[in-house]
């Protein structure tokens, strides 16, 4: 099976830089993904890895080490608005469906305070 | 506009009822998805299908029931047998391969039993 990991509360300032970090176990990874939630409402797809390395996409950057199981989500210049979930989620190519298969971590709630 | 419609929002549920959510999608995309949220928890699979007239129980399949006959729509029956039904219920699709790896969600619908 999958398991992952991230944090279950973070607190940050506005302005300030945050890092949501993500570990996971699986036995065949393809593709890392990251969406942020509202109270309330349907997550909404912030970024995707399936490489090792950086992507970048404005205030949001996602970090992939395949080797070590790790991601992080990196916001920048916080904004009150940014207060909301981060779910991590991977696929995995070895479960029965060809991949298509997404599982989900519980989500790290983020506070944007003054 | 193209996307993902679920409806209802809201649902009500008398107990040993069975209630079916809709989702359509104009979207084109060949695999369509239903998870499940329970407040401050992630996102479990309930049942995903990859193609019209093929459906694969996910982590939670007991108590519901799914049907694809058509490419648009992937409608879910809460049967009497789902014990505890009350949770956010999310309908998600993905593009063919080739086309992107992202599953984007419909903003979802609420399920109570009273």
């Known amino acids: 099976g999958q398991n992952i990991d991230q944090p279950t509360e973070m607190t940050a300032t506005e302005g300030a830089i945050v890092q949501i970090n993500c570990t996971y176990q699986?036995?065949?990874?393809?593709?890392l993904f990251w969406y942020q939630q509202h109270a309330g409402e349907a997550p909404t797809f912030l970024s995707y890895n399936v490489l090792d390395g950086l992507e970048e996409k404005g205030r949001f950057s996602s970090f992939l080490s395949r080797s070590k199981g790790y991601s992080y989500l990196l916001l920048k210049e916080l904004q009150m608005k940014d207060s909301a979930s981060y779910l991590c989620?991977?696929?995995?190519?070895?479960?029965?469906?060809?991949?298509?298969?997404?599982?989900f971590g519980t989500g790290t709630q983020l506070k944007v305070e003054l | 506009d193209g996307g993902i419609t679920q409806s209802p929002k809201y649902l009500f549920r008398k107990e040993g009822q069975n209630v079916t959510l809709s989702c359509e999608q104009n979207?084109?995309?060949?695999?369509m998805y239903w998870y499940r949220q329970d407040p401050g928890q992630g996102l479990r699979l309930i049942y995903y299908?990859?193609?019209?007239?093929d459906f694969q129980k996910g982590d939670i399949a007991e108590g519901y029931s799914v049907s694809r006959e058509k490419k648009e729509s992937f409608p879910l029956t809460v049967t009497s047998a789902q014990k505890n039904p009350t949770a956010f219920y999310l309908c998600?699709?993905?593009?063919?391969w080739g086309s992107g790896n992202t599953i984007y969600f419909g903003e979802g619908s609420w399920l109570t039993v009273v």
């Open positions: 699986t036995s065949g990874f393809n593709g």
């Open positions: 299908s990859q193609i019209v007239n």
């Open positions: 979207l084109n995309h060949d695999a």
């Open positions: 998600a699709t993905r593009g063919v």
């Open positions: 989620a991977v696929r995995d190519q070895s479960l029965t469906g060809g991949g298509n298969k997404l599982t």
